[in-house]
């Protein structure tokens, strides 16, 4: 189980950590500490995340997509590597504004944005005029300016061309997100006349990786040939528009699987700025990773309750659900399971043999299935496993669903372990709601 990667890379900031490269004691521990399902992130790595970003893109404005993971500790440790926030909600930006990004280090993307959304942002706006607003629709754009906003704006442009490993995750080529490719450089011109327009955008969507380059730099090329054409005069009344970046989006994949190669950053880099050159002077490249800063920072711990023989497999019922981790049910996403072993009576999981398991949850739902006929070191009723790679996109997409309180998160700085999230009690599922008359 164990794979270590033998990639020319550096040995302190590997390209990916593996669910077997956690430390089975500490978990162990954590578990004990504050029971399960429990969701750990370890903001160290989130650093040397960070890191290798801001080393394979030098000059690039990086702005982490904050839907990945949006608890405060994340931000904060985000915020302290030098990262801006990618918003896409009013609530997203509260949390980043809460989290000590100022506005000039702020970005929103509005998506068919609630009317309330639009109002707070303006408001913000007023307060920290160096906020972005990335907007996708004309529409969006006149209900700015009927709120007064002049400020500044980034264009969401659809390039027409989609990488990612889903389809409810490619956006680039879905007509929900951004504004035509022909129609972009005309509406962006257009909105130059009422707000101070400051970068073009497109996000592919995703999960891109080394196979989907190829989409990747063409959308990368789109862009460069708009920038181009932007910084060119069109006739003789309109001028040309300085714009200060061309955002590239996130979509930055992590290898889920225990023997697929990482995201070889650096040629994905070089292969970013070879399409989209030569960016017109004083044109910065920007990208919008959220999934690749957060995700293999992550696990989520679970225990062992029941396991079932039956006639077509072994099911091994576990103590977390699609309410605590989404991702299997929705997208039919795999993530790495480790066993951990720690049942009375039973040995070292190291020693046990490789069984093929289904492990499911305790919600009322056949999708609420972490993995079918998966081989596992035979799990054991008071096992711990780890569940792999859930740094991004798992409490975030965490719910309620069958009245689950949402799980506890401990959060790792350097090295030492903190509750940041306490788990919820029974008493928070009914806190919104008309006091019974009792
Ligand atoms: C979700 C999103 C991202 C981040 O996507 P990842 O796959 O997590 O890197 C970046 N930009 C926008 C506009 C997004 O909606």
């Known amino acids: 189980m164990s794979d270590h990667d033998a990639d020319s890379e550096s040995p302190a900031n590997p390209s990916v950590r593996r669910v077997s490269d956690w430390d089975a004691g500490s978990l162990h521990e954590l578990a004990t500490d504050h029971e399960t399902p429990l969701y750990v992130q370890d903001l160290d790595r989130v650093r040397e995340n960070c890191e290798r970003l801001r080393d394979a893109f030098p000059n690039a404005d990086v702005r982490y997509a904050v839907k990945a993971h949006t608890g405060r500790a994340v931000l904060e440790a985000v915020r302290d590597a030098g990262l801006d926030a990618e918003c896409a909600s009013a609530g997203e930006v509260d949390r980043a504004l809460a989290a000590g990004f100022g506005g ?18 303006v408001g913000v706006a007023e307060a920290e005029p160096e906020v972005t607003i990335t907007v996708g629709a004309v529409d969006t754009l006149d209900r700015l300016a009927e709120r007064g906003y002049d400020g500044r704006v980034c264009v969401r442009v659809n390039p027409g061309v989609g990488a990612g490993h889903h389809e409810k995750v490619r ?17 962006t011109r257009d909105a130059a006349e009422r707000f101070e327009v400051v970068g073009i955008h497109a996000h592919a969507g995703s ?50 699987e225990e023997d697929e190669p990482p995201l070889d950053l650096p040629a994905v880099a070089d292969a970013t700025r070879e399409a989209v050159a030569p960016l017109p ?28 023989p039956t006639p077509g497999e072994r099911v091994v019922g576990v103590d977390a659900g699609m309410t605590d981790l989404l991702r299997p049910a929705m997208y039919d996403a795999y ?39 998966r081989a596992l070191a035979d799990p054991a009723r008071g096992d711990l496993l780890a569940i792999g790679v859930t740094g991004a996109y798992g409490y975030e997409m965490a719910t309620q669903y069958n009245s689950r309180p949402r799980p506890a998160e401990v959060a790792i700085d350097d090295g030492a372990a903190e509750l940041v999230r306490r788990r919820e009690r029974l008493a928070d599922l009914t806190t919104v709601e008309r006091e019974a008359d009792r």
């Open 104 to 121: 000039d280090r702020l970005h929103y993307t509005a998506v068919n944005p609630p009317a309330r959304d639009l109002d707070y942002v």
């Open 335 to 373: 993530h790495p399971i480790r066993n951990l072993g720690g049942a009375a009576g039973t040995a070292n999981p190291d020693a046990r043999e490789a069984t093929p398991v289904t492990v499911a949850g305790p919600i009322c739902e056949t999708g609420d299935t972490f993995c079918n006929d």
């Open 171 to 187: 956006t680039g080529g879905a007509a929900k997100f951004g504004i035509p490719y022909d129609r972009a450089a005309a509406a």
């Open 207 to 256: 999960g891109i990786d080394s196979e989907q380059l190829d989409s990747h730099r063409e959308l990368v090329a789109r862009l460069g040939d708009l920038a181009r054409t932007l910084a060119e005069p069109a006739g003789n009344e309109t001028s040309a528009i300085d714009i200060e970046y061309v955002d590239i989006g996130g979509g930055f994949g992590v290898p889920y």
């Open 281 to 308: 002077d004083g044109v910065d490249l920007a990208i919008e990773p959220g999934r690749y800063v957060v995700a293999d920072a992550g696990v989520l711990l679970t225990r062992v309750n029941t396991v079932k």
